[in-house]
């Protein structure tokens, strides 16, 4: 496995925004996944951003608002060192229960003095309108955004999960900074057409879940792997039982190829991202201080091309077994 060297990290350009590269995907300090302890978590962020480490994401539905807390604890004395962004549109009940998608004004106003107060800061630097609804008039919300961003509580605009023509539609109101989506070796659907409308826009991309939510780091052979009942990943098709027997065929391509350069896999797969153009920064999430170190030094590594294409080729489409979210969240993504 490749050590992190203390190297300076590269920059990566998001429009007109640049930024080292990776950021730093907070999920898995507050929810969904198997709970974190706390203090390593605080070190985590504290050692990534002493890394160098900028672009910290979370969203308002993580852990209902309790993420937007611990990544607002974290930032006490270092918010000018950090770019944070954070989510809104994905509503969930107090019980956690996911209830669909807004973009109203009225509710991304609430939803973003809300995040502000948790977070502790006077302004956020990227805001992503998290999804966008069937038949959803992102004309709506970017209108709603863009006064955000004239009132200077918001920096940057960016969304997630989006088709192509509504990413169209919604930088015609509003600059569109970034556009969020699940981009790994086992979700590669952004690069059909999203990806060059992102280009052809000029519009940055920031690859989220890089790892198949852990799946590319070899570490998950079976459900017993993914800890407690309330892991997110047990309701994800992808982890079903007989799904995640039949993924592991994608796990056992990649372990040759990583260890002819001395990688682990998931340095791999995150040096693969890391070549897909100078326009996309990976947001490995990770709530350890030894994972960050291996997923920082894969940004180093140098991938020819015809090792990328060893890569790709390893893992066709159709290797990839069940839906990345259960049906009746599906119905919410890729509008």
């Not at 350009?13 to 974190?36: I, K, N, V």
């Not at 088709?163 to 699940?182: K, M, Y």
């Not at 897909?276 to 170190?293: E, F, S, Y």
Request: aromatic share 4%; hydrophobic share 40%; net charge neutral.
């Amino acid at each position: 496995m490749r050590k992190d060297d203390g190297a300076p990290l590269p920059t990566r350009r998001l429009s007109e925004l640049t930024l080292p590269a990776p950021g730093l995907g907070c999920l898995s300090m507050s929810s969904f996944y198997a709970r974190a302890d706390p203090a390593e978590a605080f070190a985590t962020v504290h050692r990534a951003i002493d890394r160098g480490v900028a672009l910290l994401d979370t969203a308002d539905v993580q852990g209902l608002g309790e993420g937007e807390r611990f990544l607002g604890r974290a930032l006490v004395g270092r918010r000018d060192r950090v770019l944070i962004s954070t989510k809104v549109g994905l509503e969930r009940d107090r019980d956690g229960r996911f209830l669909g998608v807004r973009g109203d004004r009225t509710y991304i106003r609430e939803r973003c003095h809300g995040s502000l107060r948790r977070l502790g800061v006077d302004h956020l630097d990227l805001y992503v309108k998290h999804w966008v609804a069937p038949g959803e008039r992102i004309e709506e919300a970017i209108g709603a955004l863009a006064e955000l961003v004239a009132e200077g509580k918001v920096r940057h605009l960016a969304l997630s999960e989006v088709s192509a023509d509504t990413l169209r539609r919604a930088h015609a109101v509003h600059p569109i900074t970034a556009v969020q989506s699940e981009w790994s070796l086992w979700t590669r659907g952004i690069e059909d057409e999203v990806v060059p409308a992102c280009r052809e826009l000029g519009v940055g991309i920031i690859a989220s879940c890089p790892l198949g939510r852990g799946l590319l780091t070899g570490r998950i052979a079976s459900t017993a792997d993914l800890g407690p009942a309330t892991d997110f990943r047990h309701t994800l098709p992808r982890f079903g039982p007989g799904n995640l027997t039949r993924n592991q065929a994608i796990v056992t391509a990649l372990r040759p190829l990583a260890a002819r350069r001395g990688l682990s896999l998931a340095q791999l797969a995150l040096a693969w991202l890391h070549h897909q153009g100078a326009d996309v920064v990976p947001i490995p999430g990770t709530c350890r201080r030894d994972h960050l170190a291996e997923n920082l030094a894969a940004v180093f590594v140098e991938l020819s091309a015809g090792e990328r294409q060893a890569i790709a080729d390893a893992i066709p489409a159709a290797a990839v077994h069940g839906e990345r979210y259960p049906p009746f969240l599906m119905r919410l993504v890729d509008n």
